[in-house]
């Protein structure tokens, strides 16, 4: 029995398959890299430097503490648990989240703000990463005091986190 073929539709599926085959390694391997992210970011990290960014006089955080837990990235919200605190005030629930092949990390500060004078949300870029040191860019969010009143204001700093 001979199998007869036109060989342009051939090599046009072999292509496709090709194709989709790169498409779900580069997928694999940034999931992989975000994954690897989370496994070095467990544990608790001390707030070491807060500074601005831009010429800026509001006063930042001196010191606190972000605790961070590692979680599985095929967990269903792709992101994880942790608390932060800075300077005195209370310990905050947030989640985060890595993206960008582990470049970007995302936080989510949970449930009311209110009373709180510092927030950690949002996209923050991962400038460098050891194994004992983060140093993170991102925007901050602040409680400023004019007279008796709070104003949210929001300014661009840079973090150094330490084991």
């Known amino acids: ?3 007869l073929f036109n060989d342009s539709k051939y090599f046009k599926m072999k292509q496709i398959y090709t194709l989709l085959l790169l498409i779900a390694a580069a997928a694999t391997t940034a999931c992989d890299k975000d ?5 070095q970011l467990d544990g608790t990290w001390q707030v070491k430097e807060v500074t601005h960014l831009k010429q800026d006089t509001t006063k ?38 890595v993206m960008d092949k582990g470049k970007t990390i995302n936080f989510t500060a949970a449930g009311s703000h209110e009373g709180f004078m510092y927030m950690l949300y949002g996209p923050w870029k991962v400038v460098q990463q050891t194994d004992d040191r983060l140093e993170l860019e991102g925007e901050a969010a602040l ?17 150094v986190l330490e084991r």
């Not at 269903?76 to 985060?96: D, H, I, M, R, W």
């Not at 409680?143 to 973090?159: C, E, G, L």
């Open 35 to 39: 994954q690897k992210t989370l496994n």
């Open 60 to 97: 930042l955080p001196s010191s606190g503490t972000i605790t961070l837990t590692k979680c599985n990235l095929d967990d269903a919200a792709k992101s994880c648990p942790g608390t932060f605190t800075f300077n005195s005030q209370p310990s905050k629930e947030l989640v985060y989240s």
């Open 1 to 3: 029995m001979i199998f």
């Open 143 to 159: 409680s400023v005091f004019n007279a008796a009143t709070r104003t949210p204001k929001r300014v661009d700093v840079r973090m």
